[in-house]
């Protein structure tokens, strides 16, 4: 494979080698589905039906505390015995709970007892109303009060104990309260165990699965561990091998990014199975799941680079992870701001030349208008001086507010009879003109 970044793998790989995150996907039994989970894409198809019943272990014909407990798929409800897919909702001798009965285990063909009691109950860690990841779930396997009691089976772990556990007195949650999320649901009801790939899902909120519910949803609790391959668990990858599907190597690019800059990381997988597929990749920037994506259906030995890209980060150390590739890269210093481009230098330029031509354009205005003021001032003093050689005239104030009073500003008087003086000399020399 070509490796655009060599000296970065190499320190990709120490820092791997020094600290290796483990990523692998938990999707077992009693995990809640978180968003960034990849059982999104199933759809989901409603199991029905499914009844809870009891294995009776010692024989006498009804269910006792701590008798195992099956989700039976199969018709009558709990009339027929323990068969092949039937789900261990709590563990039988070595058979952990949340696991598919095969055909040739021990506890095939066994005599079921039920149904039993199946209200499922949450413990609303949240007080949301809604299950979501954190919050607890009980199928309350007696009748009894609506807070964790003995006999209820766990779905959800809690402070220690796993799912697929029986509460017994003493246990950390025995008498908290639980609450019915969405209104009186019961395991075996239809739409509420539904099934996605191969993978067996409760149904939280209790939607019509594949009408309103048509992905598998946050909150929803598995109840049968998820094949590892959600793409060949589909029927969608070649029958003969089996692939397994690797993050090899990840890579920032750029090498060291600035901060508050997007940037892409380069995934590099390759197939190391016998058979052909696609894999799962999800990648987490600081721990946080940030993406999640399948890779290209791979030959064995094939191998493909995946590239993701990763919202701006403050400077300083952080860490990625593609599956269980982790590696530590420093985000640098913010990149300065760009000085302009060729383009936009080009016309700053051009406006500058074209405000220049402007003030060249007016300076021809100004001093058009400055020859006319100077062509105006002559004309006013050779008006004045032309004024001051005729006869003053000596006016009465009969324009003035002190009628019968000498005109004292004789100079105002002068200039006027020194326009009309004027006027009548243009008048005279444009006759002379015409005769
Ligand atoms: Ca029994
Ligand atoms: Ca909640
Ligand atoms: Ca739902």
Redesign the pocket.
Known sequence: MRNLYPMWIAALALAALASPVALAANYGFGTEVAKADYDYTPVPTAVTPVSVC?I?????????AG?PVVLSLKSPVCAVKTTAKDIRLSSYGSFKAGTAIRADDSDVSLTL?GPLNDNLWALDVDLDGKVKPGDGLYLALVAGPMKVSAGYLRLVPYDGKPAGAIVVAGDPDMNLALVDVAGGLHLMAANIVYKAGSAYYINVDGGAIGTTDTVVEEGDVRILEKAPNPWADQGGAAKAGKPDVQVTAIATDPASPAAGAAFRVLIDVANKGDGAGAGLVTTTLNGAPMDTRGTPTLDPAATARLVVTMPGLPAGPATLAANAVAANFTVGPAAAAPGPSAAEFKALSDKVIGMAGDVWVANQHIGAAETKITALEGRVTALEQAGAKAQPLTTQGAASSDAGATNTVPGADTALAGLAVADVALAAGLRRRKA
Do not use: Q, S
Request: net charge negative; proline share 0%; hydrophobic share 35%.
């Open positions: 009891a009776d272990d010692n024989g006498d014909g009804v269910a006792n008798e007892i």
